[in-house]
C-alpha cells in the first residue's frame, strides 16, 4: 500500500506540474519601459495596470515595469517595440514621428486650450487614424492616450521673462523636430538629449536649461540644479501607451479587453494624479529655492504660431491644425 500511495502522489505531482508549465508557456509577459523616474504617476500606473491585469487574467498576462530608462532612451525603446524586442512603452507623441509624421502635431506647442479638448482629439476621428497610421507602419498599437502634464521652462543662473531673454539659450529638447522648431522660434540654440542624461547635464552647464511638465522637474529632481521656473506653459503633452501589433495579436479577445480597459482605468488614475500634483508643486519649488516667473507667455505664444504651423503644414497635413482648433 505505501508503494501505489507513493507512486500516486508522484503521478498527481507529475500531474500538477505539467499544468504548471503549461500555464507557464501560455502566459505572455509584457515588458513596459519608460524613461521616467520610478516614483512618477506613469510609473506608477504601470504597477497598478500590472495588477489589475493580473488578477483579470488569472496569470496569463503578466507586466513587469522598467522605469528609468532601464531598457534605454525614448527613441531605443520606441525602436525595440517596433521590432518586438520590448512589448510596450509608454512615450510622448511626438516621438512616434519617424514612423508617422503627422502624429507630432498632437504634441505641437500651444495647440491645446485644455486636457479635454486635448482627449477629445486624441481619441475621436483624428487619434483613430493616427492609430491606424501607426499600426500600419511601425506595428505598434495605441492602448492608450494619457496627460504627462503642461511644459514650463526652467533655467540654471538666468532669468527669463521675453522672448529676447532666449537669444542664444542653450535649451535641452526631446530629439524631435517640432521641438526643435520651438526652441528655434525663441531664438534658443536647441540642443537634443535623452531624458536619462539630463540631471547630469544640467548640473555640469552642459545646457542652459531645459523644459518639462512639473511632475517629471519634480520626479526627476531636476529643481536641485535649477534656480529659475519660467511659466511659459507651451505644450500640454499627450504620451501614449503602445503595445507591439504582432504581441497584441496572440492575446486572446477577451484578454485584450481586460488589458485594453486596465491602460485606460490606468491612464484616468495617472491624469488625476498628474494634475494634482501640477497644482502643488510650484509651491514645493519655491521652498525648495527656486524662483518663480512669470513671463510674458503671448509673447512665447506669438513667436511659435507666427512660424511652427505653416512650417509643418505639409508634414501634419493641410488644413489639420485648423480642425483641431475648431474642435469642440
Given at each position: 500500500m ?5 507512486v ?5 505531482l ?54 528609468a530608462?532601464?531598457l534605454?532612451s525614448?527613441?531605443?525603446q ?10 510596450m ?8 514621428g ?7 502635431i498632437?504634441?505641437?506647442?500651444y495647440?491645446w486650450r ?6 477629445k482629439?486624441?481619441?475621436?476621428p483624428?487619434?483613430?487614424?493616427l492609430n ?12 492608450a492616450t494619457i496627460y504627462y ?6 533655467t540654471?543662473n ?9 537669444k ?22 536647441p ?15 552642459v545646457?542652459?536649461?531645459q ?19 519660467i ?23 477577451a ?9 485606460q482605468?490606468g ?21 525648495a ?15 511659435v504660431?507666427?512660424?511652427?504651423p ?9 488644413g489639420?491644425?485648423e ?6
Amino acid at each position: 500500500m505505501k508503494k501505489w500511495f507513493l507512486v500516486l502522489v508522484l503521478v498527481v505531482l507529475v500531474m500538477v506540474f505539467s499544468s504548471y508549465s503549461i500555464l507557464a508557456a501560455d502566459s505572455i509577459i509584457l515588458r513596459w519601459g519608460s524613461v521616467l523616474a520610478g516614483t512618477h504617476p506613469i510609473a506608477q500606473m504601470i504597477d497598478r495596470v500590472a495588477k489589475t491585469v493580473a488578477e483579470k487574467t488569472d496569470g496569463r498576462i503578466e507586466i513587469q515595469n522598467y522605469p528609468a530608462g532601464q531598457l534605454g532612451s525614448s527613441r531605443d525603446q520606441i525602436e525595440s517595440v517596433s521590432n518586438g524586442i520590448q512589448e510596450m512603452v509608454t512615450e510622448g507623441v511626438a516621438n512616434f514621428g519617424q514612423f508617422v509624421p503627422s502624429i507630432s502635431i498632437l504634441e505641437a506647442p500651444y495647440i491645446w486650450r485644455d486636457l479635454d479638448h486635448m482627449l477629445k482629439v486624441a481619441n475621436g476621428p483624428i487619434g483613430q487614424d493616427l492609430n491606424n497610421q501607426l499600426i500600419g507602419k511601425s506595428n505598434m498599437r495605441i492602448l492608450a492616450t494619457i496627460y504627462y502634464g503642461v511644459r514650463q521652462l526652467t533655467t540654471t543662473n538666468k532669468e527669463v521673462r521675453t522672448v529676447a531673454d532666449m537669444k542664444n539659450f542653450k535649451l535641452r529638447v526631446p530629439e524631435t523636430d517640432v521641438f526643435l522648431a520651438m526652441a528655434r522660434a525663441w531664438g534658443a540654440n536647441p540642443t537634443p538629449m535623452t531624458f536619462t542624461e539630463l540631471y547630469l547635464a544640467l548640473k555640469q552647464n552642459v545646457v542652459d536649461g531645459q523644459e518639462n511638465p512639473l511632475p517629471t522637474i519634480e520626479s526627476g529632481k531636476l529643481y536641485e540644479v535649477q534656480k529659475y521656473l519660467i511659466l511659459t506653459g507651451h505644450i500640454m503633452t499627450p504620451m501614449i501607451v503602445v503595445i507591439n501589433e504582432d504581441i497584441w495579436k496572440k492575446i486572446s479577445p477577451a484578454d485584450q479587453k481586460i488589458l485594453q480597459e486596465a491602460v485606460q482605468e490606468g491612464g484616468k488614475w495617472n491624469n488625476e494624479q498628474i494634475l494634482e500634483q501640477e497644482k502643488g508643486l510650484i509651491s514645493k519649488f519655491k521652498s525648495a529655492g527656486v524662483i518663480v516667473i512669470e513671463p510674458n507667455v503671448e509673447e512665447f505664444r506669438k513667436a511659435v504660431l507666427d512660424t511652427v504651423p505653416q512650417q509643418f503644414e505639409e508634414k501634419w497635413g493641410k488644413g489639420v491644425w485648423e480642425k483641431i482648433q475648431n474642435t469642440k
